[in-house]
C-alpha cells in the first residue's frame, strides 16, 4: 500500500471511532430527553433510608 492511502485509511477510521463513541456517550442523554413523561425524581436517596 501507498503510505498516504495508509494515511487516509488510518485517519477515516480513526473518525469513525470517535463518532461511534461520541454516539455511545450520548445514547442515555438523548434517551431521558425524549422520555419525559415520566416524572424524574432525581434528587439524592440515602443509602441507610434515615
Known sequence: ???PLVVI???ALA???SIGVMV???LP???D???ERRPADRRH???TRR
Open 15 to 17: 473518525l469513525l471511532v
Open 1 to 3: 500500500m501507498d503510505l
Open 45 to 47: 436517596s440515602s443509602r
Open 29 to 31: 442523554n438523548l434517551r
Open 9 to 11: 485509511v488510518f485517519m
Open 24 to 26: 455511545l456517550v450520548a
Open 33 to 35: 430527553a425524549e422520555d
